[in-house]
């Protein structure tokens, strides 16, 4: 692995099932990121870590949990789906906190709720 | 709530014009990025400007910071189909340490 890996790639999801995006990274960075992208609103951060054991609420954190159980990896969980949660999303990383750092992203998860 | 505005949200170019997208902020940043995110791909970080009145070059770009530390262009000259893409500023604020992201601006080449 080299960088962020993200898993799926994409996913078709009935409204009310509950899923988990996947993140891992290799870089041993202290920071990680959640950004959803809608069209025309460009990221929004959901969730962030600042480092494993803590975690911290961005701009739209509802509906959407997360965990830092270790430095690399940080999954999303929908605890259960809505199509308004119809988004790409971006795992990112930094070596601290993000405003002092340059951020490293992942490809993303194409998500559908349907 | 704290806003980073980036405008155009898109600018169809020929190739070889130049390109330019603003943003602004309604509070001083500590510091604003600058990223590019190709059709189909994740942002990529392109540089970061800190200290007033800043300028900073890569090649065709060049970024400025605003002397108020509230705005802030990327300048591409004689554009090339491979600055297709959406760029995007994030500004970070004194008050708190995440970054606000604009909008975006849609690089588009005509045919």
């Known amino acids: 692995i080299a960088g962020i890996t993200q898993a799926p790639t994409s996913q078709i999801l009935a409204a009310g099932r509950r899923m988990t995006l996947r993140c891992t990274q290799d870089?041993?960075?202290?920071?990680m990121y959640w950004y959803r992208q809608d069209l025309g609103l460009g990221l929004r951060l959901i969730h962030y870590?600042?480092?494993?054991?803590?975690?911290g609420k961005g701009e739209v954190p509802d509906g959407y949990s997360v965990s830092r159980a270790n430095t690399d990896d940080f999954p999303l969980t929908l605890a259960s789906a809505v199509p308004s949660q119809t988004s790409v999303y971006f795992c990112?990383?930094?070596?601290?906190?993000?405003?002092?750092?340059?951020?490293?992203f992942g490809p993303g998860t194409r998500l559908t709720v349907l | 709530g704290q806003q980073v505005m980036q405008i155009p949200q898109y600018q169809h170019v020929q190739e070889g014009e130049d390109f330019t997208t603003y943003c602004n902020s309604s509070?001083?940043?500590?510091?604003i990025q600058w990223y590019k995110q190709r059709p189909g791909g994740h942002p990529v970080f392109l540089i970061q400007?800190?200290?007033s009145g800043e300028v900073k070059k890569q090649k065709r770009l060049t970024f400025q910071f605003g002397e108020a530390k509230k705005n802030s262009s990327l300048h591409i000259t004689a554009t090339q189909t491979t600055d297709v893409g959406t760029y995007f500023c994030?500004?970070?604020?004194?008050?708190?340490?995440?970054?606000?992201w604009g909008a975006g601006t849609k690089l588009i080449i005509k045919p």
């Open positions: 994030a500004g970070a604020m004194d008050s708190n340490y995440q970054l606000i």
């Open positions: 400007l800190v200290k």
């Open positions: 990112a990383s930094s070596p601290t906190s993000a405003w002092a750092d340059e951020q490293f």
């Open positions: 509070t001083t940043l500590s510091n």
């Open positions: 870590s600042n480092t494993a054991g803590t975690t």
């Open positions: 870089m041993r960075h202290n920071a």
